[in-house]
Nanobody, 129 residues
Framework: EVQLVESGGGLVQPGGSLRLSCAASGFTFSSSYMSWVRRAPGKGLERVSY????????SYADSVKGRFTISRDNAKNTLYLQLNSLKTEDTAMYYC??????????????????????WGQGTQVTVTS
């Protein structure tokens, strides 16, 4: 069974930093693309970033490009997201996802078009002065 446990969120001032972690189990992490997805208050799901199974390929939403960095440690089955230069509009619940999901509205989908369902509890990031 796929299990994803996010951690590292918190309350931070604008311009601050956080590092999110996602502990993965129940599947072959080292062979899987992984994503970070967020849901801001009153908004739909947004894919923030994804990373390939092997080294080298990453992608970021325009809204976070240059400020967030995704990485992974396959030996620890852990995905990370470094959040720098945080803005109030980054306030959201952050989730990790198995696969390079794409999102629309309240749903995300795998590259094959199946609705993505393996959600963890998420970790809350609140950016406020």
């Amino acid at each position: 069974e796929v299990q994803l446990v996010e951690s590292g969120g918190g309350l931070v001032q604008p311009g601050g930093s956080l590092r999110l972690s996602c502990a993965a189990s129940g599947f072959t992490f080292s062979s899987s693309y992984m994503s970070w997805v967020r849901r801001a208050p009153g908004k739909g799901l947004e894919r923030v970033s994804y990373i390939s199974a092997g080294p080298g390929l990453t992608s970021y939403a325009d809204s976070v490009k240059g400020r967030f960095t995704i990485s992974r440690d396959n030996a620890k089955n852990t995905l990370y997201l470094q959040l720098n230069s945080l803005k109030t509009e980054d306030t959201a619940m952050y989730y990790c996802a198995k696969d390079a999901v794409h999102c629309s509205g309240d749903h995300c989908y795998t590259p094959r078009g199946y609705e993505y369902k393996y959600w963890g509890q998420g970790t809350q990031v609140t950016v406020t002065s």
